[in-house]
């Protein structure tokens, strides 16, 4: 059985749309802090890290030493989360506290990712495509939700964290199974999908190294009718993945034209998203500043 998390994973690394990369590269490089009373980006975002996570920055330890920081130990790296800057910093700083400073941070996955992505070839992230892509949609979520001071608080996203059990295993899969059944339904949205963009979608994702199981999945979900209700409907009760899901359909599509726009407001709604977590996730791909 093929993993969900690994086709989310291609999915987005593949990208389903001409943007896809873009956003992708533009949500881990400039998701930097924001500042309340100016607005403005204090920098950083994902990028600032890599040479961190890889062992390759001039202050540290490589990724021992960064866990330790942002967990709370002593590594060597010095100074903490006040020298790491920038997004992930910060949203790992607070997903750290709030799991109490002793969780496993999915991390490894986000390091993979952001150094592949950002110029560590694709070997960099083998086996780390559905870790990396699920604890980035994670990190968005998080960042969004705690920015927008949505209620209830935020918790931390399974694929943010390390699943410590079976129950939270079968979990993190339904999620991305969800995350996966939003991008091939924000590509509906202005009409079906035909044979053409199907075998599209399929050959790039061919490349990524999607197996005949996985992309037979993938070619009956596109053929589906479109059921935003339904959809929506999963989510119902679960922030998270509802954040999750609205910022994995901004990289699934252009929003360029009047029924993909339609479409992501309905989603937003139905969904149950503030204009702020909205606001914050378009921010964070480089749709809206």
Same mark, same amino acid.
């Given at each position: 059985?093929?993993?969900?998390?690994?086709?989310?994973?291609? &999915?987005?690394?593949?990208?389903?749309? $001409?943007?896809?990369?873009?956003?992708?590269?533009?949500?881990?490089?400039?998701?930097?802090?924001?500042?309340?009373?100016?607005?403005?980006?204090?920098?950083?975002?994902?990028?600032?890290?890599?040479?961190?996570?890889?062992?390759?920055?001039?202050?540290?330890? *490589?990724?021992?030493?960064?866990?330790?920081?942002?967990?709370?130990?002593?590594?060597?790296?010095?100074?903490?989360?006040?020298?790491?800057?920038?997004?992930?910093? *910060?949203?790992?700083?607070?997903?750290?506290?709030?799991?109490?400073?002793?969780? $496993?941070? +999915?991390?490894?996955?986000?390091?993979?990712?952001?150094?592949?992505?950002?110029?560590?070839?694709?070997? +960099?992230?083998?086996?780390?495509?559905?870790?990396?892509?699920?604890?980035?949609?994670?990190?968005?979520?998080?960042? +969004?939700?705690?920015?927008?001071?949505? +209620?209830?608080?935020?918790?931390?996203?399974?694929?943010?964290?390390?699943? @410590?059990?079976?129950?939270?295993?079968?979990?993190? @899969? $339904?999620?991305?199974? /969800?995350?996966?059944?939003? &991008?091939?339904?924000?590509?509906?949205?202005?009409?079906?999908?035909? #044979?053409?963009?199907?075998?599209?979608?399929?050959?790039?994702? #061919?490349?990524?190294?999607?197996?005949?199981?996985?992309?037979?999945?993938?070619?009956?979900?596109? #053929? #589906?009718?479109?059921?935003?209700?339904?959809?929506?409907?999963?989510?119902?009760?679960?922030?998270?993945?509802?954040?999750?899901?609205?910022?994995?359909?901004?990289?699934?599509?252009?929003?360029?034209?009047?029924?993909?726009?339609?479409?992501?407001?309905? /989603?937003?709604?139905?969904?149950?998203?503030?204009? *702020?977590?909205?606001?914050?996730?378009?921010?964070?791909?480089? &749709?809206?500043?």
């Amino acid at each position: 059985m093929f993993n969900l998390s690994d086709v989310v994973g291609m &999915m987005i690394n593949g990208g389903m749309s $001409n943007s896809s990369s873009n956003r992708l590269n533009h949500a881990l490089q400039s998701g930097g802090s924001t500042e309340e009373a100016t607005g403005k980006s204090t920098g950083g975002g994902l990028g600032s890290i890599v040479a961190g996570l890889t062992g390759r920055g001039s202050g540290g330890g *490589g990724l021992g030493d960064l866990l330790g920081n942002l967990i709370g130990g002593s590594g060597s790296a010095g100074g903490g989360l006040k020298n790491l800057g920038g997004m992930l910093s *910060g949203i790992l700083g607070q997903a750290g506290q709030a799991l109490g400073g002793k969780k $496993n941070l +999915a991390i490894g996955g986000l390091g993979a990712l952001a150094g592949a992505v950002l110029g560590g070839g694709k070997s +960099a992230m083998k086996g780390s495509l559905g870790t990396g892509a699920m604890a980035l949609l994670g990190a968005m979520a998080f960042d +969004a939700l705690k920015k927008s001071r949505t +209620a209830p608080e935020p918790g931390v996203p399974l694929g943010l964290r390390e699943p @410590e059990s079976d129950r939270e295993r079968d979990e993190l @899969e $339904n999620n991305a199974g /969800l995350v996966a059944k939003a &991008m091939i339904s924000a590509a509906k949205s202005d009409g079906q999908i035909d #044979q053409q963009e199907i075998h599209r979608i399929l050959g790039k994702l #061919q490349a990524e190294g999607l197996d005949e199981e996985a992309q037979q999945y993938l070619m009956a979900e596109m #053929q #589906q009718p479109l059921d935003l209700e339904a959809l929506c409907a999963a989510a119902t009760g679960q922030q998270e993945l509802a954040a999750e899901m609205y910022a994995a359909s901004l990289m699934a599509i252009e929003v360029d034209t009047p029924a993909e726009q339609d479409y992501m407001e309905r /989603l937003a709604h139905g969904l149950g998203l503030t204009p *702020g977590t909205v606001q914050r996730l378009k921010t964070m791909v480089g &749709m809206q500043q």
